[in-house]
């Protein structure tokens, strides 16, 4: 098959983006197919050019990726470095290219690629693409709307409330209790969020989340593990548990090797693992999900299991959850790739 793997972007993930897309196009390469791998935001050159037999030169065509920085992105200064100064999210040749292939491979994250908008413009484009739909993304992108399907469908989540930009408030005005965690309502990769423990910190807390976005979570800290549990087709994989070396999972921790333990499957009882990936699955059910996405949990010492969010587009990079949940299972890497591609493309017979 012809395949464009769609990296880059302008979101707070935009690194862990390409590497993301750079092995995922490397996957599909090993099994076969001619894979171009493109930042959505950049482009593929900055004029008109004549695309006829890109894909025999996919290799050639495609963008090189180093590894990913510790800290996120300058995105004002991405959005300088464009050639052609547009602020179109799709860069030159972009949409052009992607009608040309078989199917896009959305290796994007956070804003824009994660939140439905991008699955939204392929449909009126006629661009088949991997992943959940437009309206089930833009549901687990954003953690209110999220947590309500969460609560209406019996799936335990951590107590929380949302504040906006305009709305200012205490810790005092919250109802919540110290310590707590502040975080941007529809980010990703951990990016913006903080466990404060006092009201001071809280006040600063709000402001870093702020200059995100425009809506906050605060919400109660749980004390306790970490989990993951992906979805492929509907059905959960092995529970995975991730053990922060210091700190907790923030953006350094998951993406910087040997600063997280991982283990897969986890070191649980049956009867609560099973619980867990009873909850990933119920989540795909509230949220429309399909084809795979990731949950996050949390477990406290008295092993009651909190569902925090779901991941649409997780991450595939070297230090990455899914792959290793698919891997604990028999499926390679290559594999995995392979069929998401396939099962996606079922959307469209």
Known sequence: MNIVVLAGGLSTERD?????GDMVAKALRNKGHNVILLDVFMGYSDKPEDLTGIFEKSEEASITVSGIPTTAPDLEAVKRSRKDKSDCFFGPNIIEICRMADIAFIALHGANGEDGRIQAAFDLFGIKYTGTDYLSSALAMDKELAKGLFRANHIPTPRGISIKGSARVSFADTGLTLPCVVKPCRGGSSVGVSIVHTSDEFERAL????????????EDYIQGREFSVGVLEGKALPVIEIAPVEGFYDYKNKYKAGSAVETCPADLPPDISGKMQDYAEAVVKALGLVTYSRMDFLMNKSNEIFCLEANTLPGMTPTSLLPQEAQAVGMSFEDLCERIVEISLDKWK
């Open 16 to 20: 862990v983006s390409f590497v993301t």
């Open 207 to 218: 402001e870093a989340a702020f200059q995100l976005e425009e809506e906050v979570i605060v």
